[in-house]
Protein backbone atom coordinates (compact mmCIF):
# COMPACT_ATOMS: atom_id res chain seq x y z
CA UNK A 1 0.00 0.00 0.00
CA UNK A 2 2.93 2.08 0.56
CA UNK A 3 3.45 2.50 -3.15
CA UNK A 4 -0.05 3.24 -3.73
CA UNK A 5 -0.30 5.64 -1.01
CA UNK A 6 2.83 7.47 -2.13
CA UNK A 7 0.83 7.87 -5.61
CA UNK A 8 -2.50 8.62 -4.25
CA UNK A 9 -0.80 11.77 -1.92
CA UNK A 10 1.15 12.91 -5.21
CA UNK A 11 -2.30 12.95 -6.86
CA UNK A 12 -4.03 14.70 -4.32
CA UNK A 13 -1.51 17.14 -3.65
CA UNK A 14 -1.70 17.78 -7.88
CA UNK A 15 -5.07 18.10 -7.14
CA UNK A 16 -4.92 20.93 -4.07
CA UNK A 17 -2.06 22.72 -6.25
CA UNK A 18 -4.57 23.37 -8.81
CA UNK A 19 -6.76 25.11 -5.87
CA UNK A 20 -4.37 27.28 -5.12
CA UNK A 21 -3.34 27.90 -8.44
CA UNK A 22 -6.76 28.93 -9.30
CA UNK A 23 -6.92 31.25 -6.45
CA UNK A 24 -3.74 33.11 -7.96
CA UNK A 25 -5.32 33.35 -10.85
CA UNK A 26 -8.97 35.23 -8.92
CA UNK A 27 -6.23 37.21 -7.17
CA UNK A 28 -4.77 38.51 -9.76
CA UNK A 29 -7.77 39.80 -10.92
CA UNK A 30 -8.10 42.12 -7.87
CA UNK A 31 -5.97 45.06 -8.65
CA UNK A 32 -5.86 47.62 -6.81
CA UNK A 33 -6.50 50.85 -8.56
CA UNK A 34 -5.13 50.02 -11.83
CA UNK A 35 -6.39 48.56 -14.87
CA UNK A 36 -5.36 45.28 -15.76
CA UNK A 37 -7.10 42.62 -18.64
CA UNK A 38 -7.05 40.01 -15.30
CA UNK A 39 -9.40 41.74 -13.11
CA UNK A 40 -12.22 40.91 -15.36
CA UNK A 41 -11.18 37.08 -16.31
CA UNK A 42 -13.19 35.69 -13.06
CA UNK A 43 -16.25 37.14 -14.70
CA UNK A 44 -18.38 34.84 -16.11
CA UNK A 45 -21.31 35.87 -18.80
CA UNK A 46 -24.85 34.41 -19.59
CA UNK A 47 -24.54 32.86 -22.82
CA UNK A 48 -25.15 30.13 -25.57
CA UNK A 49 -27.38 28.17 -22.90
CA UNK A 50 -24.95 28.80 -20.10
CA UNK A 51 -22.05 30.79 -18.38
CA UNK A 52 -18.87 31.25 -20.35
CA UNK A 53 -15.87 33.31 -19.22
CA UNK A 54 -15.58 36.53 -20.24
CA UNK A 55 -12.71 35.83 -22.33
CA UNK A 56 -14.99 33.19 -24.58
CA UNK A 57 -17.30 36.16 -25.52
CA UNK A 58 -14.69 38.76 -26.23
CA UNK A 59 -11.98 40.36 -25.77
CA UNK A 60 -10.05 42.53 -22.99
CA UNK A 61 -7.99 45.56 -23.59
CA UNK A 62 -6.84 48.87 -21.32
CA UNK A 63 -6.50 51.67 -23.60
CA UNK A 64 -5.81 53.61 -20.37
CA UNK A 65 -4.31 53.57 -17.41
CA UNK A 66 -8.07 53.59 -15.70
CA UNK A 67 -10.14 51.93 -18.39
CA UNK A 68 -10.68 48.55 -19.72
CA UNK A 69 -12.81 47.77 -23.29
CA UNK A 70 -14.49 44.72 -24.08
CA UNK A 71 -14.76 44.07 -27.97
CA UNK A 72 -17.66 41.76 -27.66
CA UNK A 73 -17.61 39.40 -30.77
CA UNK A 74 -21.05 38.74 -30.72
CA UNK A 75 -23.72 42.07 -30.80
CA UNK A 76 -26.43 40.37 -28.68
CA UNK A 77 -24.10 39.77 -26.30
CA UNK A 78 -23.29 43.18 -25.09
CA UNK A 79 -26.40 43.39 -22.82
CA UNK A 80 -24.76 40.19 -21.35
CA UNK A 81 -21.68 41.17 -20.55
CA UNK A 82 -22.71 44.57 -19.55
CA UNK A 83 -24.60 42.86 -16.77
CA UNK A 84 -22.15 40.10 -15.65
CA UNK A 85 -19.81 42.73 -14.79
CA UNK A 86 -21.48 44.81 -12.90
CA UNK A 87 -23.32 41.90 -11.21
CA UNK A 88 -19.47 40.12 -10.60
CA UNK A 89 -19.16 41.77 -7.38
CA UNK A 90 -16.13 43.92 -8.25
CA UNK A 91 -17.30 47.25 -7.86
CA UNK A 92 -17.29 47.99 -11.64
CA UNK A 93 -20.29 49.87 -13.62
CA UNK A 94 -19.67 49.26 -17.01
CA UNK A 95 -21.04 51.22 -20.08
CA UNK A 96 -22.29 49.80 -23.38
CA UNK A 97 -20.60 51.49 -26.39
CA UNK A 98 -21.98 49.59 -29.69
CA UNK A 99 -20.08 46.43 -29.38
CA UNK A 100 -17.58 47.64 -27.31
CA UNK A 101 -18.18 47.77 -23.39
CA UNK A 102 -16.15 50.76 -21.72
CA UNK A 103 -15.07 49.98 -18.09
CA UNK A 104 -13.66 52.55 -15.84
CA UNK A 105 -11.63 51.81 -12.94
CA UNK A 106 -12.94 53.76 -9.90
CA UNK A 107 -10.90 55.33 -7.52
CA UNK A 108 -10.32 53.12 -4.43
CA UNK A 109 -12.10 54.21 -1.23
CA UNK A 110 -11.60 52.92 2.06
CA UNK A 111 -15.43 51.28 0.89
CA UNK A 112 -13.96 49.76 -2.12
CA UNK A 113 -10.72 48.19 -0.61
CA UNK A 114 -13.15 47.05 2.11
CA UNK A 115 -15.14 45.31 -0.86
CA UNK A 116 -11.98 43.92 -2.39
CA UNK A 117 -10.79 42.72 0.66
CA UNK A 118 -14.35 41.05 1.24
CA UNK A 119 -14.18 39.87 -2.27
CA UNK A 120 -10.60 38.11 -1.94
CA UNK A 121 -11.85 36.51 1.04
CA UNK A 122 -14.53 34.63 -0.79
CA UNK A 123 -11.74 33.85 -3.15
CA UNK A 124 -10.03 31.90 -0.62
CA UNK A 125 -12.91 30.68 0.78
CA UNK A 126 -13.84 28.76 -2.23
CA UNK A 127 -10.14 27.53 -2.44
CA UNK A 128 -10.59 26.34 1.02
CA UNK A 129 -13.67 24.59 0.19
CA UNK A 130 -11.86 22.75 -2.93
CA UNK A 131 -8.98 21.78 -0.89
CA UNK A 132 -11.63 20.20 1.47
CA UNK A 133 -13.39 18.49 -1.50
CA UNK A 134 -9.70 16.81 -2.47
CA UNK A 135 -9.03 15.38 1.33
CA UNK A 136 -12.69 14.02 1.50
CA UNK A 137 -11.86 12.51 -1.81
CA UNK A 138 -8.61 11.11 0.12
CA UNK A 139 -10.17 9.88 2.62
CA UNK A 140 -12.82 8.23 0.68
CA UNK A 141 -10.20 6.42 -1.27
CA UNK A 142 -8.63 4.96 2.24
CA UNK A 143 -12.21 3.91 3.36
CA UNK A 144 -12.88 2.30 -0.34
CA UNK A 145 -9.13 0.47 0.25
CA UNK A 146 -10.41 -0.57 3.86
CA UNK A 147 -13.63 -1.87 2.87
CA UNK A 148 -11.92 -4.23 -0.13
CA UNK A 149 -9.65 -5.48 2.40
CA UNK A 150 -6.28 -4.03 0.80
CA UNK A 151 -5.60 -2.18 4.08
CA UNK A 152 -5.89 -2.57 7.58
CA UNK A 153 -7.56 0.10 10.06
CA UNK A 154 -3.59 1.00 11.18
CA UNK A 155 -3.31 1.94 7.75
CA UNK A 156 -6.17 4.08 7.09
CA UNK A 157 -5.56 5.90 10.20
CA UNK A 158 -1.93 6.64 9.06
CA UNK A 159 -3.52 7.60 5.35
CA UNK A 160 -6.10 9.93 6.89
CA UNK A 161 -3.03 11.30 9.17
CA UNK A 162 -1.08 11.90 5.72
CA UNK A 163 -3.97 13.42 4.31
CA UNK A 164 -4.98 16.03 6.97
CA UNK A 165 -1.10 16.55 7.60
CA UNK A 166 -1.35 17.54 3.55
CA UNK A 167 -4.81 19.63 3.76
CA UNK A 168 -3.39 21.70 6.86
CA UNK A 169 -0.53 22.68 4.95
CA UNK A 170 -2.79 24.08 1.95
CA UNK A 171 -5.25 25.71 3.93
CA UNK A 172 -2.17 27.30 6.01
CA UNK A 173 -0.99 28.44 2.56
CA UNK A 174 -4.44 29.95 1.39
CA UNK A 175 -4.75 31.78 4.87
CA UNK A 176 -1.07 33.39 3.95
CA UNK A 177 -1.86 34.71 0.38
CA UNK A 178 -4.87 35.50 1.72
CA UNK A 179 -3.41 37.82 4.31
CA UNK A 180 -0.85 39.17 1.41
CA UNK A 181 -3.98 40.10 -0.89
CA UNK A 182 -5.63 41.61 2.21
CA UNK A 183 -2.16 44.09 2.81
CA UNK A 184 -1.57 45.10 -0.70
CA UNK A 185 -5.60 45.86 -0.75
CA UNK A 186 -5.48 47.81 1.93
CA UNK A 187 -1.65 49.43 1.27
CA UNK A 188 -2.86 53.66 0.41
Known amino acids: MAADQKTLLDDLTRRMDGALESLR ?20 V ?22 LTVQVWDR ?13 GLGLNPAADGQTVRVPIPQLTE ?26 DGMDQAKA ?14 WSDAVQKLTDQYVKRIDEMLAEK ?4 KQV
Open 145 to 158: HEKKGDIGQDDVKV
Open 46 to 67: EAYGGEVPLTQVGSIAVPEARM
Open 76 to 88: SLVGAVERAIRDS
Open 111 to 136: ERRNDLARTAGKYAENAKIAVRGVRR
Open 25 to 44: RDFAGLRSGRASPALLEPVR
Open 182 to 185: EREI
